[in-house]
Structures are given as structure tokens and as C-alpha cells.
């Protein structure tokens, strides 16, 4: 607390009501953090805890919460975190090669937003869903752009702001009105979808996104955000359990299981395998398909601002998953569903004849699967290539890949 006022003080700000006012501020501040600016002071709870023996509920850290309540919230993430962890495990680890794990449908969601308020609610401007397996690719898709007529008052600098360094969607435009206004109406169009795409049961599968990271405009808390305010707009009904999972994760536990699955016992499998559920965070932070053609809405492909298009980001996403697992499991590329239109699927080995897909003279040597096989990532596909565009739709639409 002593920390926040001569921070405070130093910027000319005086608190004349004394320490309690310096603690109502702190506290405030307190509740416009998210997660990820709050763990550092979890941690220095921990840290406390560890050091002393004290009554954790009369201690307070520099922003006048109680250590109690810190460590409280800390072992909620934890848990959270060990249960989405192995959730993702089973999940993928069950899956048998010439079963599930083909077939399998997982879910992908993107969110563009405004800014985030004072209650830590992201203010959705557009969002996008896929299904995916690794035997079809990309099977399903879902976009729309979203305007929950709130009142801004206080963020429209933030909000023009941060949507003129990504995305470009009008924000207060009083001539844009391509945005749903109910979120009842889009949960009912989410649900439609999960129920369309999801073979196994009726249950809501876990739904899978990229962390908080400014600078590759991916906010896992804008999806939790959104979901939450979805989860809740009926309220006849029970909140919706969505479950929102980081992507790495998922696909750490693909890739892995791909290479354990795979039939060459002849190369060193191990090598192939992603250490860290980081390293797989930043194979996908790569983007090696970033410029891949006509993969966005309409809107952002006219303004050719696709690379923040939340439709063209969650095929990007399961493009690079493909692109590291289908050559382990034997699974052609077919473009646009594997990857970008535009790709140079001639270089591709076909791995039912054993020749390349372009090779007329004759068949190439059949590599061992899981032995580099296919065309190492991000090498396969060419940026000049001429594409054919998906036919796609916006403004709550569902495309269909066919
Ligand atoms: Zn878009």
C-alpha cells in the first residue's frame, strides 16, 4: 500500500484522507487488474507465506489485499491450471491413431476487442470459431462481428486507439452496423455450431485459444470474457459450462502423441517431439502462414488487414498444427482445409502413392514417417501462388468447407 502512494504521490496525486484512502485507491486499482498483472503480487504472497508464520488475514501487500486472499486465488489458478492440464492429457492421449486421433474434432475461437473495462469485461468487436480434425483440416467455421451497444464512456480514446493498431473495426460509428447486439441470439448460434461439429456427445468440449499477447493480438481473457457473457444471457437456464483452454497446450499434446503414433521406429522419435508446452506456444506465435491469401472476412480482406482478421487467425492456427502433425499420422494436405489456398501442394508427398503430388516422371523414395518426411513447416507452401478463394460469409454466417 506504501508502494502505491509515493508511486502516486510522486505524480502529484495527495491523499489527504490519509492511509484509508490511500487503501480505498489501491483497492480499486486492485480490481481493474487482470489475472496476469495480478500474479506477481500472488507470488510475492506465497513468498510471505513460505517466510512467516503469521496470520495471513492481518497481513496486506502494497496494494491493501490481504495475503489470505491472495494465497486464496493463487491455489484456485493452480487448481485450475492442473485440472485444464490434465483434462488436455486424457484427452489426446486416448485417442487411438487409426481412431480418434484422425477424426477427433477440437474447437479454435479468436476475439477482437475494444478494450477492457473497469470490471475486467472485454468489449468484443469480432469473433470467429473452427473445427478442425487432423484428418479434414479446417471442417466448420463461424464469424461474426459483435456490437454489445454498452455504454463507453471513459475508453473511447482506448478503444480507437488499439483498433487502429490492429483490427480497424469502426468503434462508435454510427454507420457501422454489421455487429450482433445479443448475446443471447449469438450464444444460440455458438451452441448451434459446438452441436453441429461436436461427433462425440453433447457435452460442451473444451474451446482453445492463444494467450494474452499484445503484440500478437491474442487475448485469452477477451475469449473467457466473451464466453462468460454468453454462458450467462439466458437467464432461464443455468450458466453454460464453456470451458476455454490455452492452445499450446493442446497442441504440445498432439504433436506428441503424433510422433508416438507414428509407424517408422527407424529415426530417433524423441527429436521430434515438442519438449515444452512453450516451445509449442511459440511454434504457433510464429505464424508461418501470416500472409496467406484470402482467408479473412470480406471486410478485413478489403482493407487487407487480414493477418488481424479473427476468422483468418484460427485457420492460420490449425493450419500450423497440420503443418506439424498430419505428416506423422500419414494424412495428405488437401489445401484450404490443411492449408492456405495458395500453398504449393506440388511439393507435398502423396502418402498413399509415395511420389510427390507434381512429380509426373515417377515415384520419389517413400521417407519413413516421422523422419521429416513431408516438407519441414512453413517450407511447403508458396506466398506467389495464385489462389481460389473460399466462399466465404460474415456478419454471423457459418461457411462450410466443401
Ligand atoms: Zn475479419
Redesign the pocket.
Known sequence: MMEVKMKEEAKGHMFRGGLSEVATFASSMWNEMGSDERMPYNRMAMDMKRQRGDDLTKKFTSLGVSYATLDAEEREQEEALQEMTATVKNLVRSLPKDGGLKTRRFFVAHV?YFYKNSKDVYIPA?F?MASFSLQEGVVDHF?CFIDPNKSHLGFRFEANDWSQKT?SIPFGDSGWDRGVKSYYRLNGQVLQFIKNNNLEDDSIPPIFTMPDSLNNNTSISAVKSLFHELATSNDDVDEIPYRIYPLPQLFFELRNHCVDEAESTSYNQSLLKLPTVAMAENEIEKDLFTYAKNL??S??ELKDL?VH????IVFRWVFTICDNCCMHLGINLVLGRHCPHDADVDKFLDYETGNRRGDVAGAVSMPERGAAAAPMPGTSWSHNSPSSSPTSS?SSSVWKVN
Open positions: 477482437n469480432e470467429a464469424h483490427h479473412g472476412c471486410y478485413h487480414a482478421c479473427s476468422q483468418s460474415e
